[in-house]
């Protein structure tokens, strides 16, 4: 069994991770939306994920995510890198996201007592190199809802109510390369497009 499940970034999680940054603002009322962009890839022993977000804390960028681990050595690199929308494709309209972009990345060592409790020390590992193409069919989709009501999200912060609504889309493909590897030549891969829009109401 793995020790270290590799984090795959959903759209209820960056919602909820972003929500104290809005309970900062003068509104109790939040609107926002969504865009989001896969792409997994295991090779042997080695799994790795990348992921292409909306920065909910500065609308003009997204946040790119790269995690990398290797079960058989319990090696495991991470790192993110904050890229301007400028330098970024997300059309859902014409079905395409891409991102050219190089990250910063960390080796994380992870030590565990004999109860199970581990701790991780980081290092600099130098960067990865992210130059991904999806597409995808901007007319097939599943859609998905969700409800939350009375969610603290600080010491005297409640989110009184919660809506949001997304889309994801099917025949994804990812094309390009991953730290110099070509996504075709993983063992295994796939990738996922999301997109979606809520509203909070904070009390």
Avoid at 1 to 19: C, E, N, P, Q, S
Avoid at 72 to 98: L, R
Avoid at 119 to 140: Q, R
Wanted: glycine share 8%.
């Amino acid at each position: 069994m793995r020790k270290v499940k590799v984090l795959i970034l959903t759209v209820v999680f960056l919602l909820t991770m972003a929500l104290p940054a809005m309970a900062q603002s003068n509104s109790p009322v939040y609107k926002g939306s969504f865009q989001g962009a896969s792409f997994y890839g295991s090779e042997g022993t080695l799994d790795t994920n990348v992921d292409l977000n909306t920065n909910f804390e500065d609308k003009d960028s997204y946040i790119l995510y790269y995690q990398s681990y290797d079960y058989e050595k319990d090696e495991a690199f991470y790192g993110s890198a904050v890229v301007p929308a400028t330098k970024v494709v997300f059309d859902i309209h014409k079905g395409t996201a891409k991102v050219n972009q190089t990250v910063e990345v960390n080796k994380v060592e992870f030590t565990c007592d004999e109860e199970g409790n581990c701790t991780g020390v980081e290092t600099p590992a130098g960067t990865k190199s992210i130059n991904l193409t999806w597409e995808f069919n901007p007319k097939s989709y599943s859609t998905s809802k969700y409800t939350d009501k009375n969610v603290q999200i600080d010491f005297d912060q409640y989110i009184k109510l919660s809506k949001g609504t997304f889309k994801d889309y099917h025949n994804v493909s990812v094309s390009g390369t991953v730290d110099g590897k070509v996504t075709d030549s993983f063992e295994y891969s796939g990738g996922n497009v999301s997109t979606g829009s809520s509203f909070v109401i904070i009390k």
